[in-house]
């Protein structure tokens, strides 16, 4: 909870304040689909779209700290926005994956090295993913487009993890991979 929240809320508020006083004309934050799609109280049967925000009480009686503090960080973002007259539009990716500019494995990247090692049953699970291509591009869109306003969610299609998993051993025949 301390290790997520405080810095993420705090973190997009000292950048806030300080593009405020830079005069920054238009902010665009990178959120995720984790402050969208954690709500019990959706509709069942209703697309998740970026009218829907993860509840900030189930998150943290789940304690799901990681969409929370993304969830709390987005409001106080646009909170600050609608008080500060400061223009803010954040894009929500679902699960980033693609090429990496570290040569370590980042926390998107390891939950498809946890597949694929069988740390993590995957059955039938589907998960949404987007290349960080995409990702990249769609923040320049929103960047450059002076009417848009808001959010948005930048994602694919949902995948079963099961065909990842069999497109990659396809490109990859030589990878040993886990059974389960």
């Not at 990716?93 to 090692?117: E, M």
């Not at 699970?125 to 995409?134: A, E, L, M, S």
């Not at 002076?146 to 069999?166: F, L, T, W």
Request: aromatic share 8%.
């Amino acid at each position: 909870q301390a290790n997520l929240i405080a810095p993420a809320v705090t973190g997009t508020m000292n950048v806030l304040k300080a593009c405020s006083e830079a005069k920054v004309k238009r902010v665009v934050m990178v959120s995720s689909v984790a402050a969208v799609m954690t709500n019990p109280s959706w509709p069942e049967g209703k697309p998740m779209d970026e009218d829907c925000w993860s509840d900030v009480d189930y998150c943290r009686t789940t304690e799901n700290w990681y969409y929370l503090s993304k969830t709390l960080a987005e409001l106080q973002a646009f909170d600050y926005a609608k008080r500060s007259g400061l223009d803010v539009v954040t894009v929500c990716p679902s699960l980033v994956i693609g090429p990496l500019l570290q040569p370590t494995v980042n926390a998107s990247s390891s939950v498809i090295v946890d597949f694929l090692k069988g740390d993590n049953e995957v059955k039938s699970k589907i998960r949404n993913f987007v290349d960080v291509r995409d990702v990249a591009d769609a923040l320049i869109l929103v960047y450059e487009t002076p009417e848009v306003s808001g959010r948005y969610i930048c994602s694919s299609h949902a995948r079963k993890v099961s065909d990842v998993i069999d497109l990659l051993k396809s490109m990859y025949p030589a990878y040993k991979f886990a059974n389960k």
